[in-house]
């Protein structure tokens, strides 16, 4: 299969720990990349290669795999955290390549 | 500063086709893969095509292939894609991403702020 699989919607009350998760067989071979994405704005990658955080992003935002299972953690969650949160992964099947999605999870910060 | 700026979005008619361009700035382009992405209104984002640095190796997602044409020019640090054949369900913000790492560690480092393409009669 080439999807990946999120949680439609999270909540977390300011300053705590939330996990979004992210399922797919893809996840098995390749590991995951997460993107916060803002109303209006474009997506903006926040962890990739199991647990790198671009420059600029918060040391609150770390990410986990295994299996097929791939994990972004916000530790001391803000409200400027809240978001629509999206996993990617690279997807081969056969000698075709390609990158696959999934849905979003969008992040409510109470 | 790193930048990607998408262009050429529009509103076209069923059937018809629209070629769209990203502008690369602040990089080597030449030495990045590049990708196209979309976003329906309200909806998730879609991997839509890959192309290499050299422009030699293609992909196509199968919603458009047969019918979208990614392309690349180097010596003008610009990426394209020729969109043939639109239907409704094409309607979409159009962002344009680089590729960086390795097999098993890439992302989509780099995003366009996107152009917006509708599809309507």
């Known amino acids: 299969s080439s999807e990946l699989t999120q949680d439609p919607a999270v909540s977390v009350a300011l300053g705590q720990t939330v996990r979004i998760i992210c399922q797919g067989d893809?996840?098995?071979?390749?590991?995951a990349s997460w993107y916060q994405q803002k109303p209006g704005q474009a997506p903006v990658l926040v962890i990739y290669?199991?647990?790198k955080r671009p420059s600029g992003i918060p040391d609150r935002f770390s990410g986990s795999n295994s299996g097929n299972t791939a994990s972004l953690t916000i530790t001391g969650a803000q409200a400027e955290d809240e978001a629509d949160y999206y996993c990617?992964?690279?997807?081969?099947?056969?000698?075709?390549?390609?990158?696959?999605f999934g849905g979003g999870t969008k992040l409510t910060v109470l | 500063e790193v930048q990607l700026v998408e262009s050429g979005g529009n509103l076209v008619q069923p059937g018809g086709s629209l070629r769209l361009s990203c502008a690369a700035s602040?990089?080597?382009?030449?030495?990045?893969?590049m990708n196209w992405v979309r976003q329906a209104p309200g909806k998730g984002l879609e991997w839509i095509s890959y192309?290499?640095?050299?422009?030699?190796?293609?992909y196509y997602a199968d919603s458009v292939k047969g019918r979208f044409t990614i392309s690349r020019d180097n010596a003008n640090n610009s990426l394209f894609l020729q969109m043939n054949t639109l239907r409704a369900e094409d309607t979409a913000v159009y962002y344009c991403?680089?590729?960086?790492?390795?097999?098993?560690?890439?992302?989509?480092?780099?995003w366009g702020q996107g152009t917006m393409v509708t599809v309507s009669s």
């Open positions: 991403a680089r590729r960086t790492g390795t097999t098993t560690h890439d992302t989509f480092d780099i």
């Open positions: 602040g990089f080597t382009f030449s030495n990045y893969e």
């Open positions: 192309i290499g640095g050299s422009g030699s190796s293609i």
């Open positions: 893809s996840l098995r071979n390749y590991y």
């Open positions: 290669a199991k647990n």
């Open positions: 990617n992964s690279r997807h081969r099947s056969g000698d075709l390549l390609g990158w696959v």
